[in-house]
Nanobody, 124 residues
Framework: QVQLVASGGGLVQPGGSLRLSCAASLYTFRNYTVAWFRQGPGRERDFVAVISWGRSNTYYADSVKGRFTISRDNAVNTVLLQMNNLEPADTAVYYC?????????????????WGQGTQVTVSS
């Protein structure tokens, strides 16, 4: 069973940056496609970004392109989400999700393993 731990959230001013981390409990994390989703106040959970297993291909939601960067460090079983130029609309609980040998999907249903979420608040 894969356990995912999301961390790095916090309070930041508009225009600021945060880096989220998704750490996994197993050494075969390199074989998992990992995505970030977020759920803002009163909203459904939305796709943010994904990085594939193998070639680490990436794909982003239009709302974060050019501001967020997803990457992975398989040596320490971690996927990172660097978030720059944050906006109040980015305020949400951010979740990481993983799927063994998964495709670069933006759909929640395609991920079997989920972390607990980390709160990101963008406010002045």
């Amino acid at each position: 069973q894969v356990q995912l731990v999301a961390s790095g959230g916090g309070l930041v001013q508009p225009g600021g940056s945060l880096r989220l981390s998704c750490a996994a409990s197993l050494y075969t994390f390199r074989n998992y496609t990992v995505a970030w989703f977020r759920q803002g106040p009163g909203r459904e959970r939305d796709f943010v970004a994904v990085i594939s297993w193998g070639r680490s291909n990436t794909y982003y939601a239009d709302s974060v392109k050019g501001r967020f960067t997803i990457s992975r460090d398989n040596a320490v079983n971690t996927v990172l989400l660097q978030m720059n130029n944050l906006e109040p609309a980015d305020t949400a609980v951010y979740y990481c999700a993983a799927q063994l040998f998964g495709g670069n999907s933006d759909a929640e249903k395609d991920y079997n393993h989920w972390g607990q979420g980390t709160q990101v608040t963008v406010s002045s």
